[in-house]
């Protein structure tokens, strides 16, 4: 592990794709960065094995085992406090963080969500955008603040959406790009080139008045 690398919280609630695209770049050289910990909601979230193969520590924190959002956050800030982390990653983490949550880790969370936001915030968005007839569809990461999927964006990637689509298939092609933005987005944020200030995503201290879209020379930066 090189010194001085970005230590990161990895939460999840499912088959954990994304991680392990994380994984792998970190694996790879492209991101000098350290999974310290990998939480879970789901006790069988498939994400939890691909945490193990990598030696990655893991922590299942069951919402269903709390009465209140207040305990179940108060347990996932005690697992978070063992770590010195720097960053945390949502990475198909389904439960809604509350104000108090994101404030105290302010600037320091990302999320990574199946649209192309501001379009289609919560839950269906393959289904919702196949009803629309939409032509188009993709991914953003974006910085966590208390306004569900309305962070400032960092990068977004786009998907043709063809009319045989079914949401499976439409999804498969949208994961594609997830794992190279959600990388990326690491990649600088774990460089110092990707900051929350003043309310705006920054890359290279410039504010972001949108996504940076992906790009095939994007791309080359993690080959
Ligand atoms: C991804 O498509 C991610 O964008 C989405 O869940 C999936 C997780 O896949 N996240 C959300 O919908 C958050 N609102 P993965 O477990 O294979 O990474």
């Known amino acids: 592990m090189p ?14 794709s994304n991680l ?3 994984i792998d770049h970190i694996e790879q050289g492209h991101i000098n960065a350290d999974i310290a910990c990998v939480i879970s909601n789901k006790p069988n979230a ?3 094995v691909r945490a193990q193969k990598a030696n990655i520590p893991t922590h299942i924190n069951d919402h269903k085992n709390h009465t209140t959002r207040e305990s179940f956050e108060l347990e996932l800030i005690k697992t978070l406090d063992v770590y010195n982390i720097k ?6 983490f389904m439960r809604v963080l509350s104000t108090t949550f994101i404030n105290k880790y302010h600037g320091n969370i990302l999320n990574i969500h199946p649209s192309l936001l501001p379009k289609y915030t919560g839950l269906n968005t ?5 009803e629309a007839g939409d032509t188009e569809h993709g991914c953003s990461v974006h910085f966590v603040t208390s306004d569900l999927d309305e962070g400032p964006l960092v990068i977004q990637a786009k998907v043709k959406v063809n009319k045989s689509d079914s949401p499976d298939v439409l999804a498969a092609r949208v994961l594609e790009k997830e794992h190279i933005i959600y990388p990326l987005a690491v990649k600088w944020f774990c460089e110092n080139r990707l900051a929350f200030k003043n309310s705006k995503a920054h890359l290279d201290d410039s504010p972001l008045e949108q996504a940076v879209l992906l790009t095939q020379d994007l791309e080359t930066l993690l080959k």
Not at 3 to 16: P, R
Not at 87 to 92: E, F, N
């Open 87 to 92: 960053l945390i990653v949502l990475a198909g």
């Open 20 to 22: 392990q695209s994380i």
């Open 46 to 48: 498939y994400g939890l």
């Open 126 to 130: 393959h289904s919702r955008v196949l």
């Open 3 to 16: 010194e001085n690398s970005c230590k990161i919280a990895v939460f999840i609630s499912g088959g954990g």
